[in-house]
């Protein structure tokens, strides 16, 4: 069974980080979605909260395996003998961003593969840094965000 690694903050997970996963997943059997925790990042959720969404979101798929991570990536790879990592890129700016991140990562272990992903054209201008503005402001999530992040956004706004 083919297994890839899907990192990020998810804080919080988006419909573009949905359909990224969708997309890993018509080439790979098995995808952990690994939720890191970066204790110099500001968060707007907790990672039980991360989490908790991811999970819900992930939920009715069983080749979705939800996990967290305080390590390096690619230290949690070679830990669990994986070795292909899955990141999502929108434009330009993400690819050379993910392609520097790539190189270093093999550096550092030498058996890391990583897959870069485009997100379907009709998520490709979502981040969470947008969607974290729209809960900030108590805004509409349904076109950007899935319903356990939306259920929890509603919470935050009473």
């Given at each position: 069974?083919?297994?890839?690694?899907?990192?990020?903050?998810?804080d919080?997970?988006t419909?573009?980080?949905v359909?990224?996963?969708?997309?890993?997943?018509?080439?790979?059997?098995?995808l952990?979605?690994l939720?890191?925790?970066?204790?110099?990042?500001?968060?707007l959720?907790?990672?039980?909260?991360?989490?908790?969404?991811?999970?819900e979101?992930?939920?009715?798929?069983?080749?979705?395996?939800?996990?967290?991570?305080g390590?390096?990536?690619v230290?949690?790879?070679?830990?669990?003998?994986?070795?292909?990592?899955?990141?999502?890129?929108?434009?330009?700016?993400?690819?050379?961003y993910?392609?520097?991140i790539?190189?270093c990562?093999?550096?550092?272990?030498?058996?890391?593969?990583?897959?870069l992903?485009?997100?379907?054209?009709?998520?490709?201008?979502i981040?969470?840094?947008?969607?974290?503005?729209?809960i900030?402001?108590?805004?509409n999530l349904?076109?950007?965000?899935?319903?356990?992040v939306?259920?929890?956004?509603?919470?935050?706004?009473?």
């Amino acid at each position: 069974m083919k297994t890839a690694v899907f990192p990020g903050s998810f804080d919080p997970i988006t419909l573009g980080h949905v359909s990224l996963a969708d997309k890993a997943l018509a080439v790979f059997d098995e995808l952990v979605v690994l939720v890191v925790d970066n204790t110099e990042k500001q968060y707007l959720f907790t990672l039980k909260q991360r989490l908790e969404t991811v999970r819900e979101t992930f939920r009715k798929n069983p080749n979705v395996r939800v996990e967290a991570c305080g390590t390096f990536v690619v230290e949690y790879m070679k830990k669990n003998g994986l070795t292909h990592l899955v990141k999502g890129v929108r434009d330009l700016r993400d690819f050379s961003y993910e392609a520097e991140i790539a190189r270093c990562n093999q550096m550092l272990n030498p058996q890391c593969e990583t897959v870069l992903l485009l997100p379907s054209s009709k998520f490709e201008n979502i981040s969470s840094t947008f969607v974290r503005e729209i809960i900030r402001y108590g805004g509409n999530l349904e076109k950007f965000a899935p319903e356990p992040v939306i259920r929890l956004a509603e919470l935050i706004h009473g």
